[in-house]
């Protein structure tokens, strides 16, 4: 598990452009947190790493799921599950395709898929600890995402 302190948003955008440069195609992360932790800034970070205008990327909470292009126009799709009341009610978004096509996909308030939840992602704890200050965990769920941590980690060492 990789933990930091982001002490601002710039930070918290940075660290989303250095995770952009390690995703490929098909890569799920999912954004755990409260209202005001940073989710969105970091989908922010990750649409500029991948060559997205960080001000087209808004928290899609009425919509469920905005799509943009990044570079070598590969998909980035950002969810937004604040609103969902029910796992059922993404079944008509077709959401399989999203989550499991060709495309980035940044998920916030995960927890709220229930069983729809994929079974591997990258999964990021984001936890206000003061006004500006967000501590940052980032972990691997199943074994694709192993690696991918590994990569992310050795770029924050260095």
Known sequence: ????????????LKLGRTLAKNLNKGDII?????LGSGKTVLAKGI????????????SPTFVLVRQQNGKNNIPFYHFDF???????????LGYEEYFYGEGITVIEWPDRLEYLLPKEFLKINLKVEGDKERSIAISAVGSRYKSLAEKINENFRS
């Open 47 to 58: 649409a500029l790493g991948l060559g997205i205008n960080k001000d087209k990327i808004i």
């Open 82 to 92: 604040y609103r969902l009341n029910s796992a059922c009610d993404i079944n008509i």
């Open 1 to 12: 598990m990789i933990k930091m302190i982001s002490s601002s948003v710039n930070e918290t």
């Open 30 to 34: 999912c954004l755990f947190g409260n």
